[in-house]
């Protein structure tokens, strides 16, 4: 019997297990802006943006003091964060880049625009937008053709004039 997942499914939230708890909560919250929800001691915290009982979850219940998940091994490749405007993605990439955050790289896919960095357990976290549907590419058959081409930071930044 087939099935398929409710369109208005969503996934709710990512936890995360990191080796230093406060380091973490200065990359997400004191970083990328997220809002501490509730802390529990040293070993874990909840996160989110607008309120919301988490968005991410962050642990050292396993992880203390332990060191990254091996690249080429079975795991998250990364947690992605959808802005919604292109203004805010311009907004979170102009205050990382003034931050000296290093980046891992940075995307047009067509139907979003993406920044990608690692976290400080070298968790990939890709901050992104969505275009509007109307404006996803697709084929003649009204197939989606997503890509992969270089994003345009300079036009990224003139968002922040408008």
């Not at 968790?123 to 994003?151: A, F, I, K, S």
Request: charged fraction near 25%.
């Amino acid at each position: 019997m087939s099935y398929t997942v409710p369109a208005q499914t969503r996934i709710g939230h990512v936890h995360l297990k990191v080796s230093d708890l406060q380091r973490s909560l200065d990359f997400y919250c004191g970083l990328l802006g997220f809002e501490l929800m509730v802390k529990y001691g040293e070993q874990a915290a909840f996160i989110s943006a607008g309120g919301y009982h988490h968005h991410l979850g962050l642990n050292t219940w396993h992880s203390k003091g332990m060191p990254p998940a091996p690249e080429n091994a079975a795991g998250l490749y990364h947690t992605a964060i959808l802005y919604p405007e292109r203004k805010d993605l311009a907004a979170i990439y102009k205050r990382l880049a003034e931050a000296g955050v290093r980046f891992t790289g940075f995307a047009d896919h067509g139907v979003s625009e993406a920044l990608y960095l690692n976290d400080p357990d070298e968790n990939g976290v890709e901050l992104y937008w969505d275009r509007p549907r109307e404006q996803w590419p697709v084929d003649e058959e009204g197939n989606l053709t997503m890509y992969t081409h270089r994003l345009d930071l300079a036009g990224l930044l003139r968002e922040l004039d408008k």
